[in-house]
């Protein structure tokens, strides 16, 4: 045997040692795609003179992502990480591309009065009758469907448990709606109405770093809860 063809067959016993590895790594990573609403020409919500919906979903969207850091089991990817326009379609695209195991689109609130205030998250819907009408197919499309709205239902009760401390007895609860966009992801989504602009105290603390940071904080706590509580009561 020649020291070439040696080397050569060593090459290939540790790439297949190390190999498993690799792949048992990648497997337990999982890859959250934050979406921060609005950027660019398209500001979102105005909170103040020079502060927009835009800069605080970016602001909140970035201290997630310092917060989850890189370390751990769980990876943050933004949709955008400056003041950019970015259309609904090219953010659902990411998301898809990166093969995301979950999406939050964060949005600030308003109202038509001061009334409105507090936050509430919304989930796509179940689709409602297909499975009596469906062939067997389309019954594994929507049991599939299903489980990601379950998720996604799941990851939303996280999020609205943390947030309550911010924002006390304001939860305005889940709601379903549809989501331009969502139909394309398989994989739970969400959309986060974190207050409202419209209302004078939300807007307020909406504005404050603090408050903005605390609410970073508790999205984050959201996102790790929901991955390790992930299979625990039921089928994964
Ligand atoms: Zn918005």
Aim: overall charge positive; some cysteine.
């Amino acid at each position: 045997m020649t020291m070439r063809l040696c080397r050569g067959i060593a090459a290939i016993l540790i790439t297949l040692i190390f190999l498993p590895a690799t792949i048992a790594t990648a497997a337990n990573k999982y890859l959250v795609v934050l979406d921060p609403a609005h950027g660019g020409s398209d500001k979102g919500v105005r909170l103040t003179n020079t502060v927009y919906e835009k800069d605080v979903t970016l602001f909140i969207a970035g201290e997630i992502r310092k917060e989850i850091g890189t370390k751990g089991p769980i990876s943050i990817k933004l949709t955008r990480t400056a003041d950019e326009d970015l259309a609904s379609s090219e953010r659902i695209q990411m998301a898809r591309a990166s093969k995301a195991d979950l999406f939050v689109a964060i949005h600030v609130n308003a109202g038509f009065g001061r009334s409105s205030s507090g936050y509430e998250v919304y989930f796509p819907g179940f689709k409602k009758g297909s499975k009596q009408q469906g062939g067997s197919s389309e019954i594994i499309d929507d049991m599939v469907r299903n489980k990601f709205l379950n998720e996604g239902v799941r990851f939303a009760q996280h999020v609205m448990r943390n947030i309550e401390p911010i924002f006390p007895r304001q939860g305005r609860g889940l709601r379903e709606a549809p989501v331009p966009g969502f139909d394309e992801l398989d994989i739970p989504a969400v959309v986060i109405e974190l207050a409202f602009a419209t209302n004078i105290e939300n807007r307020k603390k909406l504005t404050q770093k603090d408050a903005q940071k605390a609410i970073a904080e508790a999205l984050s706590k959201s996102i790790k809860e929901y991955f390790t509580t992930m299979g625990q009561s039921g089928e994964k």
